[in-house]
């Protein structure tokens, strides 16, 4: 498989860090940057964090100003054009909570998706219908926002497929199949639905059974997200209702990845996993 190239928020966020470092590099303030490039502290601050792209005309006046050195240049002027090309653009994007848009974005860039999951099946692997009951029940979806919302989650699943697709790997809790949401059609084919996506190569789907007891983390759902590049670390995302909030710090990045891991070690196996959501299908049909 091809492994996926960094995508647009990745690239600007690395060539921010460049520009960054050299600024602190040369002793240089923010307020010097601000009145040379005559923009805002709010504009110096969206493209050193890699939120927006620098002009090419003010990175040319930038690296003059912090006197870089032609290898700095070179490297500079060569991020500026891999992230200025344009990346996968996610659809519905506005119609997601501003903060989770971030977390969309990067989803659409990452390699290999790692989701702990104690209550709901993962958004990438939901159906139009679960996905709907679920947010039919959530009172921070307004109402209006549904059917948008919906369109969003199904829109992300085209990741899951085409020539590089995203690798996932689930471990949900028992609960999570065993939950009857939307009621029993929709329930079985949801059930079926993960099924399906288990067969696919770059899908692999864990259950969590009840006798496990406590597990790392019991708080909510753990998203981990890998990226292509060596140089971009995993990023964590933690949801909640009000929006949700990243993990960057490598040392809580890696005690969740250890969490994750350890989750996975007691959950069933794949093969496991796929008997037991049978019968939990099959429990449904006797009801």
Not at 46 to 71: M, N, P, Q, W, Y
Not at 112 to 139: C, M, N, S, W
């Amino acid at each position: 498989m091809t492994a996926r190239q960094s995508g647009p928020t990745k690239r600007r966020r690395r060539l921010g860090q460049l520009l960054r470092t050299l600024r602190d590099e040369r002793s240089v303030s923010v307020e010097a940057v601000m009145e040379r490039l005559h923009c805002s502290d709010a504009t110096v601050s969206r493209f050193e964090t890699g939120k927006s792209l620098i002009k090419h005309s003010d990175l040319e006046v930038l690296l003059d100003f912090l006197s870089a050195d032609d290898d700095t240049r070179r490297q500079a002027f060569e991020m500026w054009a891999d992230a200025s090309q344009i990346g996968r653009q996610p659809e519905y994007l506005n119609a997601l909570p501003r903060k989770f848009r971030a977390y969309v974005r990067l989803e659409a860039e990452a390699s290999r998706g790692l989701f702990l999951q104690p209550l709901l099946v993962p958004g990438l692997l939901q159906t139009e219908d679960y996905a709907r009951a679920i947010h039919t029940a959530d009172k921070f979806v307004p109402r209006d926002g549904i059917e948008k919302s919906v369109a969003a989650r199904v829109s992300r699943q085209r990741v899951l497929t085409g020539p590089d697709p995203l690798q996932v790997h689930a471990v949900v809790d028992e609960a999570v199949i065993r939950r009857v949401i939307g009621g029993t059609a929709v329930m079985r084919k949801q059930l079926e639905r993960l099924l399906e996506l288990g067969g696919q190569p770059n899908v692999t789907i864990q259950v969590l059974p009840f006798g496990v007891g406590a597990i790392g983390t019991m708080s909510g759902p753990v998203t981990i997200l890998e990226f292509p590049d060596p140089e971009d670390p995993p990023n964590v995302y933690l949801e909640h209702p009000a929006g949700g909030e990243w993990v960057e710090a490598p040392s809580a990045v890696a005690d969740f990845i250890s969490v994750f891991d350890g989750a996975a070690s007691v959950a069933l196996s794949a093969s496991e996993s796929t008997d037991l959501i049978s019968a939990a299908i099959a429990d449904l049909g006797s009801k």
